[in-house]
Nanobody
Framework: QVQLVESGGGLVQAGGSLRLSCAAS????????MGWYRQAPGKQRELVAT???????IYADSVKGRFTISADNFKNTVYLQVDSLKPEDTSVYYC?????????WGKGTLVTVSS
């Protein structure tokens, strides 16, 4: 099993920044990708960004140039730097990890952007 715990969410004004963290624990060997999804009220969960064990990031078009995903392998932690936030970025942000065809999810951290 892999456990994922997100942190770093909060209330921020439009144009502001946050850094979200996701700490992985448990059987973390062989994880080949980690990432972030988000889900706004009344909407489907959507991909925000992912990064593979080789370090290749993928971003949703809506966040390109504003969000940056990175990984600290020594700390088993993935970060999402979110800049130039917009009210439409308001969502619960979930961390995910993929290993051997299985996806693991954290419980999420809420980001609220006020206009």
């Amino acid at each position: 099993q892999v456990q994922l715990v997100e942190s770093g969410g909060g209330l921020v004004q439009a144009g502001g920044s946050l850094r979200l963290s996701c700490a992985a624990s448990g059987r973390i060997s062989s994880i080949y990708s980690m990432g972030w999804y988000r889900q706004a009220p009344g909407k489907q969960r959507e991909l925000v960004a992912t990064i593979t064990s080789g370090g290749s990031p993928i971003y949703a078009d809506s966040v390109k140039g504003r969000f940056t995903i990175s990984a600290d392998n020594f700390k088993n932690t993935v970060y999402l730097q979110v800049d130039s936030l917009k009210p439409e970025d308001t969502s619960v942000y979930y961390c995910t990890a993929s290993k051997w065809g299985m996806d693991y999810w954290g419980k999420g951290t809420l980001v609220t952007v006020s206009s």
